[in-house]
């Protein structure tokens, strides 16, 4: 590391979570957190750490608009000044209460100050969190990441994020976000004890780094590796992640499993990409495609908006394969229609058949879950789309879709402003969503559809 590490600077209204998230990436209660608004007055500094990047965070007062001379004042010409030696501002609202005048007087002010500046919505762990989030956009401060500095949720994406301000050097003034291939893809290994996750570790990275045998539940917590695959020095960089085995909540028992379980939870959370194992002679002795409790653990993948691939592990030791593909594949499109084309590579991680075509489907579903529709593109396809289905009539006026726009990626998240969005009925956002899928190569990511009332935002900056 150089001598000084690079300053990260918290930013916000009083009461937003910045000591939270302070603490959250200091790795321990370094300042007070409490509901009374403007506990924190004084800057506070301390080193932190965001899985691989190392620099200096700076907690800072709430911004609050107060004549100069008041406590208050000074403590928001205090916030300000840690802006300018911050080679990035990470500034918080809640995405909770929305955004208030305060929020959009001090972006204002954060424009001019000439900072880069990143906006995180935070105490986004509830649904309800994310008209908030999208109604920040306005503020004119880019995409606005969704975090809960208390849940630990969006990591990643800030750690993402802020990689380019802190390993870049001072005054190359690239602020862009860095190339999808230039940043390592987390990826976990998940599934229920014994499938072979540990053997399909140390069969991708070719060494025995973890420990594997017949008895479930060897691994107890989450193993990482950084390697690339290829193995080669221009192959994809890949942090492998090996978590322990997921029963059912009803079997899982004593406070060691209980702790590995949510551990694995997290390394969910925390993945870009997930590969499920499912052990294919358990699911032909089962006879009726994918078990439950493979299914649950899809489903928490797709819920937290992380792509997925299913590897078949054992497909050497099984009997009228083909047969059995087929069964899984039903399956999957039964109970898992929210992930349609989820891929599905048939392996052995003993002996390293179809690895492969498994890593090929990780890339490919890793492409898709970092691509972006252009807005031109997505237009042209909503008209389209329209034409060849309309939406149905409401009191005798048809609901119009007039706008759509992708707010962000990983996963791809779009935007659709219509006359009447409670009345637009759930098999029409189906068909939309089945629509983006074949349209522009989206199989086997979640997508998320966000209805929002009004004509197109961008029409009068047009």
């Given at each position: 590391?150089?001598?000084?590490?690079?300053?990260?600077?918290?930013v916000?209204r009083p009461?937003?979570?910045?000591?939270?998230?302070?603490n959250?990436?200091?790795?321990?209660?370094?300042?007070l957190?409490?509901?009374?608004?403007?506990?924190?007055?004084?800057r506070k500094?301390a080193?932190?750490r965001?899985q691989?990047?190392?620099f200096s965070?700076?907690?800072t007062?709430?911004?609050e608009?107060?004549a100069?001379?008041?406590?208050?004042g000074?403590m928001a010409a205090?916030?300000?000044?840690?802006?300018?030696?911050?080679?990035?501002?990470l500034?918080?609202?809640?995405?909770?209460?929305?955004v208030?005048?305060d929020?959009?007087?001090?972006?204002?002010l954060?424009?001019?100050?000439?900072?880069?500046?990143?906006l995180?919505?935070?105490?986004?762990?509830?649904r309800d969190a994310?008209?908030?989030?999208?109604?920040?956009?306005g503020?004119?401060?880019?995409?606005?990441?969704?975090?809960?500095a208390e849940h630990?949720?969006?990591?990643?994406?800030?750690?993402?994020?802020?990689?380019?301000?802190?390993e870049?050097?001072?005054?190359d003034?690239?602020?862009?976000?860095?190339?999808?291939?230039d940043?390592?893809?987390?990826?976990?290994?998940?599934?229920?004890?014994n499938?072979?996750?540990?053997?399909?570790f140390?069969?991708?990275i070719g060494e025995?780094?973890?420990?594997?045998?017949?008895?479930?539940?060897?691994?107890?917590?989450a193993i990482?590796?950084?390697w690339?695959?290829?193995d080669?020095?221009?192959g994809?960089a890949?942090?492998?992640?090996?978590?322990?085995?997921?029963r059912?909540r009803?079997k899982v028992?004593g406070?060691?499993e209980k702790?590995s379980?949510?551990?694995?939870w997290?390394?969910i959370?925390?993945?870009?990409?997930?590969?499920l194992?499912?052990?294919a002679?358990?699911?032909?002795?089962?006879?009726?495609g994918?078990e439950?409790?493979?299914l649950?653990i899809?489903?928490q993948?797709?819920?937290e908006?992380?792509?997925?691939?299913?590897a078949?592990?054992?497909w050497?030791?099984?009997?009228?394969?083909?047969?059995?593909r087929?069964?899984?594949?039903?399956s999957l499109?039964k109970?898992?229609?929210?992930?349609?084309?989820?891929?599905?590579?048939?392996i052995?991680?003993l002996?390293?058949?179809?690895?492969?075509?498994?890593?090929g489907a990780v890339?490919?579903?890793?492409?898709?879950?970092?691509s972006r529709?252009?807005?031109?593109?997505?237009?042209?396809?909503i008209?389209a789309?329209?034409?060849?289905?309309?939406?149905?009539?409401?009191?005798?006026?048809r609901i119009?879709?007039r706008?759509?726009?992708?707010?962000?990626?990983?996963?791809?998240?779009?935007?659709?402003?219509?006359?009447?969005p409670?009345?637009?009925?759930?098999?029409?956002?189906?068909?939309?969503a089945?629509?983006?899928?074949?349209?522009?190569?989206?199989?086997?990511?979640?997508?998320?559809?966000h209805?929002?009332?009004g004509k197109?935002?961008?029409?009068e900056?047009?």
């Amino acid at each position: 590391m150089a001598a000084e590490a690079a300053r990260v600077a918290i930013v916000g209204r009083p009461n937003v979570g910045k000591s939270t998230l302070f603490n959250r990436l200091v790795g321990r209660r370094a300042a007070l957190v409490h509901d009374t608004p403007g506990l924190t007055r004084d800057r506070k500094e301390a080193s932190a750490r965001l899985q691989d990047l190392h620099f200096s965070v700076v907690d800072t007062a709430g911004l609050e608009e107060a004549a100069s001379g008041a406590i208050e004042g000074r403590m928001a010409a205090q916030a300000l000044r840690a802006l300018e030696d911050a080679a990035v501002a990470l500034f918080l609202i809640d995405a909770r209460a929305g955004v208030t005048p305060d929020d959009r007087h001090f972006a204002n002010l954060l424009r001019r100050a000439g900072t880069p500046v990143l906006l995180l919505a935070n105490k986004c762990e509830g649904r309800d969190a994310e008209s908030g989030r999208l109604d920040a956009f306005g503020l004119g401060l880019g995409e606005p990441l969704a975090i809960s500095a208390e849940h630990g949720l969006g990591m990643g994406d800030l750690r993402h994020a802020l990689a380019p301000y802190l390993e870049m050097p001072a005054g190359d003034g690239d602020s862009a976000a860095p190339d999808v291939a230039d940043r390592p893809m987390s990826l976990a290994i998940v599934g229920r004890p014994n499938a072979g996750k540990s053997t399909l570790f140390n069969c991708l990275i070719g060494e025995e780094r973890v420990l594997t045998g017949p008895e479930p539940g060897i691994t107890r917590d989450a193993i990482s590796f950084d390697w690339r695959w290829p193995d080669r020095e221009d192959g994809r960089a890949i942090r492998l992640i090996d978590t322990a085995g997921v029963r059912r909540r009803a079997k899982v028992d004593g406070s060691l499993e209980k702790l590995s379980v949510m551990d694995t939870w997290r390394a969910i959370r925390f993945a870009d990409i997930v590969v499920l194992m499912i052990d294919a002679r358990t699911v032909q002795a089962f006879g009726h495609g994918i078990e439950k409790q493979d299914l649950t653990i899809a489903r928490q993948v797709e819920e937290e908006g992380r792509g997925l691939a299913i590897a078949a592990n054992k497909w050497d030791m099984v009997s009228e394969p083909q047969r059995l593909r087929r069964q899984i594949v039903e399956s999957l499109e039964k109970s898992l229609s929210q992930l349609r084309g989820v891929p599905l590579a048939c392996i052995s991680a003993l002996d390293g058949q179809g690895i492969d075509r498994l890593m090929g489907a990780v890339l490919q579903i890793d492409a898709a879950w970092n691509s972006r529709v252009g807005t031109g593109a997505l237009n042209r396809w909503i008209e389209a789309m329209q034409e060849a289905h309309q939406p149905p009539l409401v009191n005798g006026r048809r609901i119009r879709i007039r706008y759509a726009t992708q707010v962000k990626a990983r996963p791809p998240t779009f935007a659709l402003f219509v006359n009447k969005p409670a009345d637009l009925p759930d098999s029409y956002l189906r068909y939309l969503a089945n629509g983006l899928r074949e349209s522009f190569g989206l199989d086997g990511v979640p997508l998320r559809l966000h209805l929002r009332k009004g004509k197109n935002p961008y029409a009068e900056n047009a």
